[in-house]
């Protein structure tokens, strides 16, 4: 789930009973009518690891003039790529227990973590590698004012107000004397729309061809990232 793209003190009432549930209810809509692009700031702390278990034996390898302990008939990586993207910073690296100096490693292409002098990251079950790092994408200013008009709209037909636009379900016809009930299909809704023009313009924009979510890219093999809670 995304992070919330509005706070309460965006809407047309900020300490209402209705608010908080409408904050997260246009928030979370519009993050999956959008295919899931926007997921807001966030920070997480993630262990890396692998399956394999590698020799603990080491020897000592000058490498621009440092010293540094490599494993013995291992396989490293260069390029650790982290779980979540685009990566904006990364806050702490932990390495087989030790913290590491930022001098230590740089961030690539927002998503990769590369050691100085290119080491490689040797991982597994007793060599783990833990970092905290903040990832997003926040909405844009027009995703901003939708979800802002969204949330407004819920809080004014939460108290059953005439002024929210908000299309009806059910609408009273009356034809030749006869009155009678029929209810609307609502054909907005499968097209992933809200069936509010401003805020359909933005999905529009965003989502043209209906998408469900962003794509990803799936390496099999490798390193494993777990997020720690």
Known sequence: MATLWISAADTIDPTGPYTESAVQFASFVLYKLSAEKYTGIQTVTEVYTTDAITSTSSSPYLISGDIYNIPKFTEGHRNLRLRNSPVRSVSEVRYMGTLLDPSEYSLRNSSYLVRKNSLPWVLDPMNELEITYTYGT????AGKRAAIRLANELILSDM???ACALPERISSVSKQGVSYTIMDPQEFISNGK????EIDLFLASVNPTKAKKRPKVFLSGGTRGERVN
């Open 138 to 141: 926040p909405p844009p200013a």
């Open 160 to 162: 059953g107000s005439g």
């Open 194 to 197: 809200v069936g509010i023009y």
